[in-house]
């Protein structure tokens, strides 16, 4: 029997990895988030804490799968403080605590770490360069848990455009606009993988399946790109919505306080490589998410 500690269990990701871990009768889970919800099965645990996460990591797990994070990307760029504290430090935390605990870990990063600069896909080898203070402070916990570590068996799986039937996200915001409204400009310019997190989910639990840990740093999207306006024609075409018109715009056009990455495709050769995940195509994907949220 495999113990898991999962935290962020309340989020998007989170949330997708219950249901998968809700159908394994060969894995034992504790589920936790900065907020108990006891309904929900799950526990208090404030990452930032350090006490409370050694405290937690004595109780004999075999594997962490960290889906916490501080992800809302405007906010965070006024929000230094509490930003660094979730994605670095809290990720320092773990690590000091699962290595001397002898626990994997599985940790969530982030597209956001490279600078969006690029024109062919971005390998776990390549420079990072953030541009925003979510980018940066998703590095640093990077930092933190491979220095806290010292190459053991962790794995950190840098992610994108995260969606399901989860929390709020692009795909349920544009099946809303679609609705409200009788157009929308959605910009162009920002090419990115749309990933379905129950995917993702999958691909954890097939790295957590095979105990197999090669450290470092690996990359998993759904497979195929788009731009947010691609994603979102997608969208709308798989929910039949065709009373809302929808237009091309830039980013220039359509300012965030945050800076996103131009492009933030990601090569998955080596999760597939070493792990044999797979990786959808983002519009089957899509396809079934939709499915759900519209029945
Ligand atoms: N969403 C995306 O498009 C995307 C893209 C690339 C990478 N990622 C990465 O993927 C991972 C999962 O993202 P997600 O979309 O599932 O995020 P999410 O829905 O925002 O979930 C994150 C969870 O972490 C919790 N949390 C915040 N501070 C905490 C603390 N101090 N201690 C314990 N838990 C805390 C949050 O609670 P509250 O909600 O109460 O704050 C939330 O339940 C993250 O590492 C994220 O950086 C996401």
Same mark, same amino acid.
């Given at each position: 029997?495999?113990?898991?500690?999962?935290?962020?269990?309340?989020?998007?990701?989170?949330?997708?990895?219950?249901?998968?871990?809700?159908?394994?009768?060969?894995?034992?889970?504790?589920?936790?988030?900065?907020?108990?919800?006891?309904?929900?099965?799950?526990?208090?645990?404030?990452? *930032?804490?350090?006490?409370?996460?050694?405290?937690?990591?004595?109780?004999?797990?075999?594997?962490?799968?960290?889906?916490?994070?501080?992800?809302?990307?405007?906010?965070?760029?006024?929000?230094?403080?509490?930003?660094?504290?979730?994605?670095?430090?809290?990720?320092?935390?773990?690590?000091?605590?699962?290595?001397?605990?002898?626990?994997?870990?599985?940790?969530?990063?982030?597209?956001?770490?490279?600078?969006?600069?690029?024109?062919?896909?971005?390998?776990?080898?390549?420079?990072?360069?953030?541009?925003?203070?979510?980018?940066?402070?998703?590095?640093?916990?990077?930092?933190?848990?491979?220095?806290?570590?010292?190459?053991?068996?962790?794995?950190?799986?840098?992610?994108?455009?995260?969606?399901?039937?989860?929390?709020?996200?692009?795909?349920? *915001?544009?099946?809303?606009?679609?609705?409200?409204?009788?157009?929308?400009?959605?910009?162009?310019?920002?090419?990115?993988?749309?990933?379905?997190?129950?995917?993702?989910?999958?691909?954890?639990?097939?790295?957590?399946?095979?105990?197999?840990?090669?450290?470092?740093?690996?990359?998993?999207?759904?497979?195929?790109?788009?731009?947010?306006?691609?994603?979102?024609?997608?969208?709308?075409?798989?929910?039949?919505?065709?009373?809302?018109?929808?237009?091309?715009?830039? *980013?220039?056009?359509?300012?965030?306080?945050?800076?996103?990455?131009?492009?933030?495709?990601?090569?998955?050769?080596?999760?597939?490589?070493?792990?044999?995940?797979?990786?959808?195509?983002?519009?089957?994907?899509?396809? *079934?998410?939709?499915?759900?949220?519209?029945?």
């Amino acid at each position: 029997m495999k113990k898991i500690l999962l935290t962020g269990a309340g989020g998007q990701l989170g949330r997708c990895i219950r249901d998968i871990l809700n159908t394994r009768s060969d894995m034992e889970y504790v589920a936790t988030d900065v907020m108990a919800s006891p309904s929900e099965g799950i526990a208090a645990l404030d990452l *930032t804490d350090a006490e409370a996460v050694e405290e937690i990591a004595g109780s004999g797990f075999d594997f962490i799968i960290n889906c916490a994070a501080y992800t809302a990307v405007d906010k965070a760029e006024d929000d230094l403080e509490l930003c660094r504290a979730v994605n670095a430090l809290a990720v320092g935390n773990i690590g000091a605590a699962a290595a001397r605990c002898g626990i994997k870990v599985v940790h969530i990063s982030t597209d956001y770490v490279f600078s969006g600069d690029a024109c062919r896909p971005y390998t776990p080898a390549d420079p990072v360069n953030p541009r925003s203070v979510y980018g940066t402070t998703k590095l640093e916990g990077e930092w933190q848990l491979a220095d806290s570590m010292q190459g053991q068996d962790y794995v950190i799986i840098r992610t994108a455009w995260l969606y399901s039937p989860y929390g709020n996200n692009f795909v349920k *915001t544009m099946l809303r606009l679609g609705k409200e409204r009788d157009s929308l400009n959605v910009v162009a310019d920002q090419i990115g993988s749309p990933t379905y997190a129950p995917d993702l989910a999958q691909a954890i639990i097939k790295i957590v399946d095979s105990d197999y840990f090669e450290a470092g740093i690996y990359h998993y999207t759904d497979e195929g790109v788009a731009s947010w306006f691609d994603f979102t024609m997608a969208i709308m075409e798989l929910a039949g919505i065709r009373d809302c018109v929808v237009s091309p715009c830039t *980013t220039e056009e359509y300012p965030a306080k945050a800076h996103r990455p131009a492009y933030s495709v990601l090569s998955k050769k080596k999760i597939r490589d070493v792990y044999g995940v797979e990786t959808p195509y983002w519009r089957n994907s899509l396809k *079934t998410c939709i499915n759900i949220l519209t029945k």
